[in-house]
């Protein structure tokens, strides 16, 4: 089993940052890849970004630019850096891995964007 913690949430106006965290922990190995997705209240789970093991990166189109993940394997880890937040960032978000066909959840941080 797989255990994800995320820590990084917050309140932040617009045009603010904030940096997300996320630490894996329990049966980790070949844990690939991590990523964070979001969820706004009456709206789908959206991926806003992953990372393979090998570096590669996907991004939502919408926080393309603004939004910048990294992650660390031999740590367990993986960041996501949010800059210039806009209202519509508003979501719960999650941290997320893949393991041998089994996808793991976080619980979520609260991200808010409001003046």
């Known amino acids: 089993q797989v255990h994800l913690v995320e820590s990084g949430g917050g309140l932040v106006q617009p045009g603010g940052s904030l940096r997300l965290s996320c630490a894996a922990s329990?049966?980790?190995?070949?844990?690939?890849?991590m990523g964070w997705y979001r969820q706004a209240p009456g709206q789908e789970r959206e991926l806003v970004a992953r990372i393979t093991i090998s570096g590669g990166t996907v991004y939502a189109d919408s926080v393309r630019g603004r939004f910048t993940i990294s992650g660390d394997y031999a740590k367990n880890a993986v960041w996501l850096q949010m800059n210039s937040l806009k209202p519509e960032d508003t979501a719960v978000y999650y941290c997320n891995t893949q393991q041998w066909g089994n996808s793991f959840w976080g619980r979520g941080t609260q991200v808010t964007v409001s003046s």
């Open positions: 329990g049966s980790i190995s070949s844990i690939n890849p």
